[in-house]
């Protein structure tokens, strides 16, 4: 097995070949190194690495599979969002009001997966408060697409993704508000999970915002299960983690399923490219066996606007904004422009949210009590531009002006939904070699159904997973 392969190899068979002795974790970390210094000036996937102790960490995961005390996660690198609290460790979420900022105490997903046997490589780049779909901030700088250095990998994971696609890491984490993990699993051809809320527990105060999921992102369904079953279930210091913990298959064969398509939600413009690689994905289901019909949700721009109320009194209004005042100057703009939508919240605009999430549940309960699963484009393009500007100049899909926020997502509309598991699969690539996504969205709280589902169309279209197709640097 060459270096490449050796980087693209799933979180799963890296560790069925420690536990054979077929490779040893050190030799595979210095491989992922290897590979990040080969390619990460390229595409800027990391705001700090930590290798010197992560080989500590993997000679002493090397002693445990020698002696056969290997937990389940034993040598396996992990990268980490520049989000998620890790004790002892810059927290920074891509602001430099948090440049210096070191936390006291981990996050409950970073608690399990270092019990498990974890090793902490490597923190992922985000946008400033993780606040939009594309991953540049002024103290980390731009973040590229591996498959297409023009553009962006999605956001606000989007460090996370990218590091994935290039072969750097097996696994890394993400947090999903307004599609988060889903926008950059879809730029970069990745699987990306936003579980039910609460199915992960969370710190604060992101595990009280209802929108707001912790979870993974992957290469590939099997390998999102093995987190899913290190991290998931209750934690007694969150509130909102929920009770009961569900076991996922690392693993499961095609099922035929009753699928409800909707295309474009009914009022989300498509590129060309997006809509012709979510039909091919909609054939290769149908002829695994699943029945797919179209189904009309009924939703409309009212949906992104009660969203946006949403997000400026859970998310704009609770980032550390107020601690900036002083400090606008430093601030990303599109930070700024947060910052003062949230100074103008008025006091129905929650209530109002409330409503709309109520509205949309009307006719999308229906229809997942009448299917399997629902499936949707996950995002209408194939990526934004790196340096694109979420806050500047509309942008333009399939010749209509949409808002440079969210006018190109299908994501948001289900963090709405937030007791909905979704998850993001690769489709195929658009005509400038950038990645296209497909999302499932299952029941709520049922994440075997989700897990089935997306088993079922891996099986379907295995061809659009990595490592099949084109690897980035591969020239």
Known sequence: MDKIELCYLSARDVLAKFAAKDISPLEYLDTLIERTEQVNS???AYTETFFDEARHQAKQAETAYVQGKARPMEGLPVAIKDVHRMAGKKTTQGSITLKDHIDDVSDPMIERMEAAGA????????????????????????????????FGPGGSSGGSAAALAAGMTPLATGTDIGGSIRIPASSCGLTGYKPPHGRNPDGPPANFDRYNHCGFLARNVGDIALGQNIVSGPHPLDHDSLRDRVDVPLAQGAAP??????????YVPLDDDVRQNTMDAVEALRASGCVVEAVDLDWGPWVDEASMRWFTAMHFGRIPLWKAKDQREVLTHYATAAADLAAELGQDDVALSWEAQHRMYQTLGPVLANYDVLITPTISVGAVRAEHDPVGPTLEVAGLRVDGEYGWLLTHQFNMQHNCPV????TGRDRFGVPTGLQIVAPTFDDLALFRAAYTYEHAMASAFLPHGRLPFSD
Request: proline fraction near 6%; aromatic fraction near 8%.
């Open 257 to 266: 399923l009753r699928i409800a398509l909707s295309m474009d939600l009914g």
């Open 423 to 426: 998850i993001s699969l690769p």
């Open 42 to 44: 390229e595409i800027n």
């Open 119 to 150: 090793i902490f490589h490597a923190r992922t780049t985000t946008p400033e408060f993780c606040l939009s779909g594309v991953c540049n901030s002024k103290l980390w700088g731009v973040t590229r697409n591996p498959f297409n250095l023009e």
